[in-house]
């Protein structure tokens, strides 16, 4: 019986319905794989497809194509080695499946079903996919040939080999208990699994739970990039054998695909199954599989060294958020084939770190890919720019050749403005190499005024009585602007909107929530002001280098930014945006107990006195912000459902499209928040 095996994990870039290419990159990075000594590759969940069809996955006539597709893909695959592919698979007359074959040189040996379908989150897949019964297995016609499908392990070579796909490993039932039963060597979790802080320790402890609890190799493989829009997978890989992590991967690539194999020691972890109380009610240890008698692997290599056990690495939420953006903008307009981004920079935090990023991705892309698929990218998207001269520094090519094409930024003032922001903005800009301009909205504004004085003209507008219309049409004025930039010079434009201000609607629709792509609108605005801290001092880690002279990548100019407290710059009067709403940290922890923990205003008022704000602030002041969160919030769904695309970065997401969803009219709580000034007033307060 065969001792050892080299398993590969691939992580692949996906576009929905570019099947052609999306295949093609399976093929390099399985080649690659293979190359490298792999026996058994595994790649994401739907990587033929792409994951994000949405709708789409509903039109037959696209889905029944598909089988043929997975039939030629085998035709490439070497002998004697294996690759697992994952589709939607239609059965004809039938329902839609989550599904992974498994496949050898030109033939598809069988098909594994998904049984369990992710459906909280920003996931619906029973919207369109059927959950397989555990422990079924039929055989089916798939392109032309019968084959097996459903629960199923398959046999080669003696190595038993079975398939978690994403959701079945995260449930407590999950499918690796009976795989254990089945006694499965191999476990194969192809997912598609989006970038959330915090995920990857939950990845780690279910890999490495399950190869310790399953005594099996265990090979985890992700989607990587931002594939149709809002989620970024984050294209994690990890490999475990015998308990221990012996294979961890790099996070958020700009490479098309990557690839992760370790050599595992298959004798260990039958000593664990051996061992093991799972196996003692076996009553048919082989239960449902599939026997290949005239398959092998190719002949093993007894010197190759086992994998030592990998580092696990710490996760710097800092870095894996701005590394979110950057990754995610630079796949938008790749994927879109614009020439690049116009945004309104106000000199202020937001717009400060969507700069930065647009900065860093190309930055990232150029160490990543090198030059000549670097520029074959930008010209892909419109941007022609010539090869860089041999005596200009990598870095300074980026910022004066390559950001004035990719970048327009604008400053657009109002009366009440200052030089602060002007400065920031501009000092910004110019570090970064952005095609940069200013302008004074201050006549358009006045004019709108005028307008609207004519039309009640014993009633004009004043800052005593139309604070919040004096405010929002400045932020309204910036907007045509800088939507004529981006029309004119074919740019995708950035809207500014962040996670804390846009769940309590403290943004201005069709002011800083105006725009294509909101890369921030997943961030909160306590993380993106660390982050743009840890821009100026610490910078982003450069990963694949081989183009530029330095580890990291510093924003000096990010210390203008940092140094200013958040403000809109839109009252006659000093403003601060916390003044307005209250701390972030406290917006955010009440945003967190209420979205993420689904507590009710009684609740999180509860949880806010245990907590440590309670030893900073007024028992009445966490009561006032309660309910000032909920008063804003409940009325406000209408500015959520309109909010440009963003990135899910935190737990939540204020975008009802992705994540959590309130009725746009309803009783704004009322119940609840009578039960919470009941439970106030029990306290003495008012």
């Known amino acids: ?142 392109a032309g040939e019968q084959v097996s499908v459903g629960d199923l392990v398959f046999v080669i070579e003696g190595v038993r080999i079975g398939f978690e796909i994403c959701e079945d490993s995260w449930v407590a039932n999950r499918p ?46 992700n989607l990587l990039g931002c594939e149709s829009g809002r989620a970024v997978y984050d294209g994690d890989m990890l490999i475990a054998s015998g308990g221990r992590l012996v294979g961890m991967s790099d996070r958020l690539s700009f490479a098309p695909w990557k690839i992760l194999l370790a050599n595992c020691d298959l004798r260990t972890n039958r000593l664990i199954r051996e061992q093991s109380g799972m196996l003692l009610s076996v009553q048919d240890s082989c239960g449902a599989g599939v026997l290949f008698t005239d398959l092998r692997f190719r002949p093993e290599d007894l010197s190759r060294p086992l ?69 074959k990218t930008l010209a892909s998207s419109g941007i022609r720019i010539a090869p860089r001269d041999a005596a200009v520094p990598p870095l300074e090519y980026i910022r004066k050749e390559v950001m004035p094409q990719v970048l327009i930024t604008l400053y657009q003032g109002s009366d009440y403005s200052g ?29 709108y005024i005028r307008l609207s004085d004519s039309l009640t003209p014993d009633n004009p507008l004043s800052w005593e009585k139309d604070d919040l219309a004096l405010q929002n049409i400045q932020a309204r004025v910036r907007s045509p602007g800088i939507w004529l930039l981006a029309n004119r010079f074919n740019k995708l434009l950035i809207a500014t909107s962040n996670l804390s201000e846009a769940s309590v609607g403290y943004c201005t629709m069709d002011g800083d929530t105006s725009g294509v792509i909101s890369p921030i609108g997943g961030i909160s605005k306590s993380r993106i002001l660390k982050i743009n801290r840890y821009l100026m001092e610490q910078g982003m880690p450069l990963q694949d280098n081989t183009v530029f002279d330095f580890a990291r990548l510093t924003i000096p100019a990010m210390a203008a930014i940092v140094a200013q407290a958040p403000t809109a710059e839109l009252r006659p009067v000093e403003q ?21 923990n689904h507590l009710a205003p009684a609740e999180v008022f509860q949880e806010l006195l245990r907590s440590d704000f309670a030893a900073k602030m007024t028992r009445q002041n966490l009561l006032d912000a309660v309910r000032r969160y909920y008063r804003l919030y409940t009325r406000n769904q209408w500015k959520r459902e309109r909010l440009a695309t963003g990135f899910h970065v935190e737990g939540d997401s204020a975008d009802s499209r992705a994540y959590r969803r309130f009725p746009v009219l309803s009783s704004a709580l009322s119940e609840e928040l009578r039960e919470l000034n009941e439970y106030a007033a029990s306290l003495g307060l008012s």
């Open 1 to 142: 019986m065969r001792k050892t095996l080299t398993v590969a994990a691939a992580s692949i870039n996906t576009t929905p319905l570019a099947v052609t290419d999306n295949t093609g990159l399976i093929l390099e990075a399985y080649r690659e794989a293979v190359s490298r000594g792999a026996d058994l590759v595994v790649t994401p969940e739907l990587g033929i497809t792409g994951y994000g069809l949405e709708d789409m996955f509903y039109v037959s006539s696209v889905m029944e194509k598909i089988p043929a597709e997975v039939k030629k893909l085998s035709r490439e695959v070497e002998p004697d080695t294996y690759l697992a592919v994952g589709f939607p698979f239609l059965i004809p007359g039938g329902q839609l499946y989550n599904a992974v074959a498994l496949l050898t040189h030109g033939r598809v040996l069988g098909i594994a079903l998904k049984q369990h379908l992710a459906r909280a989150g920003i996931h619906y897949e029973p919207r369109w996919f059927t959950p397989w019964q555990h422990g079924e297995v039929v055989t089916m016609d798939f």
């Open 176 to 221: 690796g208990r009976s795989l254990c039963r089945r006694l499965t060597d191999v476990i194969l979790n192809p997912s598609a699994s989006h970038f959330a802080i915090g995920k990857q320790r939950e990845r780690v402890t279910f890999v490495t739970d399950g190869s310790r609890a399953f005594g099996a190799v265990y090979v985890y493989t």
């Open 307 to 375: 994998s030592p056990e990998a580092p696990l690495l710490p996760e710097n939420d800092l870095e894996a958020s701005a590394r979110v953006v950057a990754l995610g903008l630079w796949d938008w307009m790749r994927k879109t084939h614009t020439g690049g981004f116009a945004l309104s920079l106000s000199g202020g935090a937001d717009s400060a770190l969507c700069a930065a990023m647009v900065y860093f991705g190309m930055v990232q892309a150029l160490a990543t890919l090198g030059e000549e698929r670097f520029l």
């Open 419 to 447: 030089d602060v922001t002007f400065n920031a903005a501009r000092g910004l800009a110019e570090e970064i190499g952005a095609w940069h301009h200013s302008w004074s909205i201050s006549a358009l504004v006045k004019e």
């Open 576 to 596: 601060t945006d916390e003044k307005d709403l209250m701390p972030y940290p406290l917006l955010d922890e009440i945003r967190r107990l209420s979205q993420v």
